[in-house]
């Protein structure tokens, strides 16, 4: 990206016969990292947001609700910008495209390609698909006459219009030659490939007109016709630079950096149709084009394939905000923290609440919330809250550049779970050196130097740690510091701090520690009124089903995705690293509360698959002369083939607990490796049953 001119982002305007969820929200997100993430280095940003208001849905939407269209469009518009405004997202500007600054660019749009030959007349007759607004040739449609596009399938129309068409199949050629001269354009290469492959099969001239049925742009001097709503819809992205009145504003914003977006509004759409009008208008074409994977509704919602039982975000931080007692400004950081984190960027995840919740304690209440308040909380104690004097350990600052590194090569590739992934490899690094260097015992021997060197280390990770987080999470970044004593007024960190190590004199006074991120005790998801009204959150486009598979969101390994642990924490989560003694009491359990786990080892008779599940196993296991099911979350790691004949050990006395229908009674332990599950056997065969003590 330029670093010269206003770094330009922009999210897909929104169909507004829904209501935000937490799909049109991940996409948001993103540009909100992207523009924090450059405004800390230095650049100057715009921002834009809004809302796809002339779609013939959104006017059947309204239909169907009793309302005048324009009253039923401002009321969801004002709903995605307060959502956007509630989860944090910074934008600079949300656009309408019923506001009449953008009527007046998509007409001169119309008028200068019309005047130019880039338009021309012509008869229509074919298919429409209201749902995706999408045309079709009558050799794109099967007998059934339904939409093309696998996940819409709905019953089309046939339109028999007299149009306007643009030149596309003219402007074929010149876009591959832009695309293969410009790789980083398209973004994910196989995306790119899609492309590559779209236009080689020959663009087709597809109306940019349909009859004005009392909604959409008229088209100008032709008030019987509308613009079709996809033609006046890309053009938001120029009439928010001022194009043409401002020339100025134009100029310091155009080409937009990235135009960011789901993979179904990007072969036919955005990777073709919007160049190729910006080739005929003889404007540039955005630096980069980025398309993302979906977040998919849980399995067997019904309500819809793609976005059925999907939470609207801000629901889901009052959620986690409710089950947590975190602040509500941290309680969004987490919502935002978890949709980045527990998405696959270049592939489908399918939302889970329960594995949310699961990553909120080990990554945030534990990992991160651990770190910061112990790290506070010693040197309250050894240093009476002043940063000690000493030099921060040199290993720490090259792995800190490691990460850095690794974060900004993520960045670029859009790989903002990567980016997360990277500042929580630092977290926990600084976790175990911790528990490596035990502070506490290093001050009861009196060797205070090494004392204050681990000290520094620890706060200068955690502080390298607040600039890594802020542009996903922006209030905990800011509390972080509060806490060292760093006082931005309000203001992010400058990224190049992430890579000064050393940067923090001595002296500096630090505030008492808080807890940011309160523990969850319960991750049972909620009954489903949290959800978004799954009526018209459908985000549906139209390039037609995507090769990509659904991916399980990334979650900590999960044995048996179980009720509340017997003792000492839930053994399903990342090993919690133990308190400091400075920071709360050490929980021990004694061997009274102990000897109240049924552990036994157990031989694996049968291992089975279950179907629509990607991670769990359903085991038979023998526990001496009992057999038991068991489910257990290793279906990455193992082939059910490999598990027959194994020896484990099962914790017998877990409450029983029904997962897709099927009781688990007991629970299969294993050792958490870089969250996979590596299952735990005894040294040499023993009888079924065993116990273990
Ligand atoms: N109005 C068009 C876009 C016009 S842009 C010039 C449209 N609107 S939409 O409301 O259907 O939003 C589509 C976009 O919302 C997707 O491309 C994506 O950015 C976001 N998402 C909507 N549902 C989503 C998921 N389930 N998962 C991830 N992103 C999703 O198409």
Request: proline share 7%; charged share 25%.
């Amino acid at each position: 990206m330029s670093s010269t001119k206003t770094v330009y982002i922009t999210t897909p305007i929104y169909y507004v016969n829904g209501r935000p969820h937490i799909g049109s929200g991940l996409t948001t997100l993103c540009c909100d990292f992207l523009k924090r993430y450059h405004a800390m280095r230095g650049a100057e940003t715009w921002f834009l947001t809004g809302t796809d208001e002339n779609a013939t849905k959104n006017q059947e939407a309204a239909q169907e609700a009793g309302v005048a269209p324009l009253e039923f469009v401002t009321g969801l518009a004002d709903e995605f910008r307060s959502a956007w405004r509630a989860m944090n997202f910074s934008f600079d500007d949300f656009i309408r495209t019923t506001e009449e600054r953008h009527v007046r660019t998509v007409h001169e749009v119309f008028r200068r390609l019309r005047d130019s030959g880039d338009l021309y007349r012509g008869a229509y007759e074919g298919w429409y698909c209201v749902s995706d607004e999408t045309f079709f040739r009558d050799t794109d449609v099967k007998d059934d006459l339904l939409c093309p596009n696998d996940e819409c399938r709905k019953p089309l129309r046939r339109v028999q219009e007299e149009n306007w068409f643009p030149r596309l199949s003219a402007y074929g050629d010149r876009l591959l030659e832009h695309i293969e001269g410009n790789p980083d354009f398209l973004q994910p290469d196989f995306r790119r490939n899609e492309v590559v492959a779209f236009i080689k099969q020959g663009l087709r001239d597809a109306s940019v007109t349909r009859s004005n049925n009392g909604w959409g742009i008229p088209v100008p001097d032709e008030p019987d016709k509308v613009v079709y709503v996809w033609f006046d819809a890309l053009i938001n992205y120029l009439t928010a630079t001022g194009w043409p009145d401002d020339m100025e504003r134009y100029r310091s914003l155009w080409p937009a950096d990235v135009h960011m977006m789901a993979k179904e509004i990007f072969v036919r759409f955005h990777a073709t149709l919007w160049p190729a009008m910006l080739m005929a208008l003889g404007l540039p074409l955005p630096k980069q084009v980025y398309a993302h994977g979906w977040w998919v509704g849980a399995e067997g919602k019904k309500e819809g394939k793609r976005t059925g039982g999907l939470p609207h975000p801000v629901a889901l931080a009052s959620e986690v905000e409710a089950r947590s007692g975190a602040a509500p400004e941290l309680a969004v950081d987490a919502v935002r923290y978890l949709l980045l984190r527990e998405m696959a960027f270049h592939g489908d995840s399918e939302f889970n609440e329960e594995s949310f919740l699961r990553r909120y304690n080990t990554d945030l209440a534990n990992d991160l919330g651990n770190l910061g308040n112990r790290t506070v909380a010693m040197v309250s104690r050894y240093f009476a809250g002043e940063a000690p004097q000493a030099e921060p350990d040199a290993e720490t600052g090259e792995f800190v550049k490691e990460v850095v590194a690794d974060y900004e090569v993520a960045i670029r590739e859009f790989r903002f779970n990567a980016a997360l992934e990277a500042a929580w490899r630092l977290i926990s690094h600084m976790n175990r050196l911790i528990e490596h260097r035990a502070p506490w015992s290093l001050a009861k021997q009196g060797k205070t130097d090494e004392l204050a060197s681990v000290l520094c280390t620890c706060l200068e990770s955690v502080r390298v740690a607040s600039v890594l987080i802020a542009p996903a999470m922006p209030s905990t970044s800011r509390a972080l510091r509060a806490s060292l004593g760093m006082d931005d007024e309000g203001d992010a960190p400058k990224w190049d701090e992430a890579l000064q190590w050393g940067l923090r004199g001595p002296g500096t006074r630090l505030a008492p520690p808080k807890p940011l991120f309160p523990r969850i005790q319960d991750v049972t998801p909620s009954p489903p009124a949290s959800t978004g009204d799954a009526k018209g959150l459908s985000a549906h486009g139209a390039d037609g089903p995507s090769a990509s598979p659904i991916v399980q969101s990334a979650s900590p390994p999960a044995v048996q995705s179980s009720s509340p642990p017997a003792v000492g924490g839930d053994p399903q989560e990342k090993r919690m690293e133990p308190p400091a003694p400075e920071a709360q009491a050490p929980a021990y359990v004694t061997y009274e509360e102990f000897s109240k786990l049924d552990l036994r080892v157990a031989h694996v008779v049968e291992a089975e698959p279950i179907p629509n599940a990607t991670k769990l196993l359903k085991l038979t296991v023998d526990l001496g002369g009992e057999t038991r099911t068991i489910l257990a979350g290793i279906a990455e790691m193992y082939q059910p083939d490999e598990l027959k004949g194994k020896q484990i050990v099962v914790i017998a006395n877990l409450q029983p607990r029904k997962m897709r229908g099927i009781e688990s009674q007991g629970m299969l332990l294993a050792a958490d490796v870089d969250g996979q599950a590596i299952i735990l056997q005894p040294e040499t065969p023993v009888p079924a049953g065993a116990r273990v003590r």
